[in-house]
């Protein structure tokens, strides 16, 4: 059977993002080595290092979940659940993914706000005075994504209700 556009259109985003997280926890690592390198064998230590980690930590977090979402790599409790009729469980289902999407949602919509507000603070990072608005921006994107994501989980839990 062909895979919708919607899905494939997400499925390609979110493993996109997955790489760019992925690519930033190598930097992440990379850097804390070095970092560490420099400060115990030639008493320098990397200025900088933990305003770039922090902001690392956040595109980390935040790009690795439509792709997590998508592959059912969150945790899930099933044992009550199974127990259920699948029409209680189809109801179930919809419901929970249905609250995901509204959350998701509104983190999107505060996420933009925070964005915002830190721009027309000129809140940056301590040493580097990196910006975070650009970071919080891109949050804004990938819980977008995310909400695209558990679109389409929600979406083949109803066409695979249909084929039964």
């Not at 030639?42 to 930590?57: E, I, K």
């Not at 975070?132 to 804004?140: G, L, N, R, S």
Request: charged share 15%; net charge positive.
């Amino acid at each position: 059977m062909k895979t919708p556009f919607f899905e494939k259109t997400v499925t390609r985003l979110s493993s996109g993002f997955n790489i760019l997280a992925s690519a930033s926890l190598f930097a992440m690592i990379l850097l804390t080595c070095l970092d560490v390198f420099m400060r115990y064998f030639f008493n320098r230590p990397l200025a900088g290092t933990y305003d770039v980690v922090s902001l690392m930590g956040a595109i980390i977090a935040a790009f690795a979940m439509p792709y997590t979402m998508l592959e059912k790599g969150h945790v899930a409790v099933e044992l009550l659940i199974m127990r259920l009729s699948r029409t209680k469980q189809l109801v179930f289902e919809t419901a929970t993914h249905t609250a995901g999407i509204v959350l998701f949602l509104v983190v999107c919509w505060q996420c933009i706000i925070l964005a915002i507000d830190m721009k027309a603070a000129g809140e940056v990072t301590p040493t580097l005075l990196l910006p975070f608005y650009p970071i919080v921006y891109c949050m804004a994107v990938c819980f977008l994504v995310l909400c695209l994501a558990i679109l389409v989980n929600l979406l083949n839990i109803w066409l695979k209700r249909g084929k039964e």
